[in-house]
Every structure is written in structure tokens, then in C-alpha cells.
């Protein structure tokens, strides 16, 4: 059989396929430059049958650049999801090793330290806002 596709790879896929529409837009926008030209050329030069030919060649690039637009947009959201997915599926292993490794430590630890780490770092925090606080209204003060 073949290796199996990751997230990953779908997401730099879609990524890739969204540059190119937007990359085929642009050129549509070119295609639609240069006919409007040729369609004033054709009209100075009072050419009414080749005027309307290239007028509808460049409503048709016009149409045709949209298209891709759009394309793009809704790859573009498709991409986002599934980036969202992919950084959603790294979170979630990370949070599993941390919670198997939190097990093992609640084992080891008896009830009285934990709850002395608790204290000593609800302290910490609490003297963390304070500094913070203090640098905040420093900061205020002097402009």
C-alpha cells in the first residue's frame, strides 16, 4: 500500500492549491487588460464586429478571475480549518503526556506538600500582580 497522508501535508496541499488560484487570478486579470486594450484600439479604429469579440473576452477573463477568487477564498477557509485541526491535534498529545506525567507526581506526593507547593505558588502569583501592578502605575506616572 502507500504511506498514509498526515494533516500536515493536506494543509501545505491546500495552501499550495490556494496560491495557484490566486496566482490563475491574476493572470485572468492580465488576459482582461489586454483585451479592454485591443477593444479601444478596435474602436478607434471603428471596427464594431472585432470591438464586441473582444469585449466579451474580457467580460469572460473578468467572470473567469472571480471564479478563482472565490476558489481561493474557500480553499483559503479550508486551509484555516484544518490548520486549526492540525495545531488542535498537537495540543491535545501534549496535553496527554502532561496529564499521564501529573499522575505519576500526584502518586509520589503526599497530600501535605501539594498543598504547601499550592500556597507557596498562589503567594508567588499574588506578588507577581503587586510588582506588576506597581510597574503599571509607574509607567502611567511618568508619561
Known sequence: MGAKQSLEDDLI???MT???????SRQCEKKEQEN????KNALAKKNVEGAKVYAQN????????LNYLKLESRIDAVASRLETAVR???????M??????????MATMNGDKIAKVME???????DMDVVSEHMEKSMDNSM
Open 96 to 105: 496527554a503526556t502532561t496529564v499521564k506525567g501529573m499522575s505519576s507526581v
Open 88 to 94: 488542535m491535534q498537537a495540543v491535545s498529545a501534549t
Open 120 to 126: 507557596e505558588f498562589e503567594k508567588q502569583f499574588e
Open 58 to 65: 474580457a467580460i469572460r477573463a473578468k467572470n473567469e478571475a
Open 36 to 39: 479592454l486594450s485591443k477593444l
Open 18 to 24: 490556494a496560491k495557484q488560484m490566486a496566482r490563475s
Open 13 to 15: 496541499n491546500f495552501k
